[in-house]
């Protein structure tokens, strides 16, 4: 019994042994994934809900890994935050998300927004990205309001002072802010005060349930009351069906975006729909 016991404690000990150099071959992959050109954005539209206009798009990294193909963001962008890449990957993000909403904006959409993804470490104290953010619009003749930064109840939790003054200082430029995966986190009313807050992205979990379950509907209405109330747009993610459409759209939902309306997108595509 004595062996057996060692012999499972060697198993798992191989086993964790695999899967940590497993994440730091992955790492060192992250590292030349940029400089050879492995990541792509794709961009999921965001519908006005009254009249069907696109009028927005979700940034949304891909990266084609040359021996394991497609890896979800959800594995490799925790990954990228905790060896700090994210911030390299973070500006090449925008400055192509920004080049596209050029190009959207100068070619009958002259309205057109950018959603991107922030992660907590892009608001440290040693990254400085929105020193070179603000001049980047200005050098590309794009107002700041082309750009929406997406973050979680969880980043403005876990954001210091100096991760709110950045954030107050890119509100303040004119860069709209939502807030992502709305109702999932640990979100104060007090935020709403405090950062000026644009849209309010309720999490697909709520929208998915609205359907069969009356409680997620009432906080799917709820959500919007209060968005409404406090001058705030609403855009529901994860929409897949038709009757969670028109519930959304019945209880005043500004916005939509998922599968029912379009998977994420290339650029190319993008610029035909
Ligand atoms: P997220 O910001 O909540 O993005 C929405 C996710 O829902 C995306 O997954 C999208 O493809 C997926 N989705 C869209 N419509 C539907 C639908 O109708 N049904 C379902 N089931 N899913 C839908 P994706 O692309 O795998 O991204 C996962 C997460 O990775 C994102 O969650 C975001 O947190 C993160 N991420 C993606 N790109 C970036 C980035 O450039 N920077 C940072 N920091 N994070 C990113
Ligand atoms: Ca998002
Ligand atoms: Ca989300
Ligand atoms: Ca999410």
Not at 48 to 57: E, F, H, P, S
Not at 88 to 106: D, M, P, S, Y
Not at 131 to 145: G, S, T
Request: glycine share 6%; with cysteine.
């Amino acid at each position: 019994a004595k062996n057996a016991g060692r012999n499972r404690f060697s198993y798992f000990t191989a086993a964790l042994q695999k899967a940590s150099q497993k994440r730091s071959q992955l790492i060192n992959d992250l590292r030349d994934a940029l400089s050879t050109k492995q990541f792509v954005l794709h961009y999921q539209p965001i519908i006005k809900l009254a009249n069907g206009a696109i009028q927005k798009a979700e940034v949304l990294l891909r990266w084609c890994h040359p021996k394991r193909g497609w890896i979800s963001p959800a594995e490799f962008i925790p990954l990228a935050e905790e060896s700090g890449i994210i911030i390299e990957i973070g500006n090449w993000v925008f400055r192509e998300a920004v080049q596209e909403v050029k190009f959207l904006r100068a070619t009958g959409h002259p309205e057109f927004q950018i959603s991107i993804n922030k992660s907590p470490i892009q608001f440290c104290s040693h990254s400085l990205f929105f020193q070179e953010w603000l001049p980047y619009l200005k050098q590309l003749d794009l107002p700041a309001e082309c750009l929406i930064i997406e973050i979680t109840e969880k980043l403005l939790l876990e954001m210091g002072e100096i991760g709110t003054s950045k954030l107050l200082a890119l509100r303040d430029a004119g860069i709209q802010i939502a807030i992502d995966d709305f109702g999932t986190g640990y979100f104060s009313l007090s935020y709403f005060k405090k950062f000026d807050i644009n849209f309010l992205k309720i999490d697909q979990s709520f929208v998915q349930n609205s359907v069969d379950c009356l409680n997620d509907m009432v906080l799917c209405e709820a959500i919007i009351t209060l968005a409404h109330k406090l001058g705030l747009k609403v855009i529901a993610e994860g929409v897949e069906t038709i009757e969670q459409h028109k519930l959304l759209s019945a209880a005043g939902c500004d916005y939509g975006q998922g599968h029912f309306f379009s998977q994420p997108v290339t650029a190319d595509i993008l610029r035909r729909m």
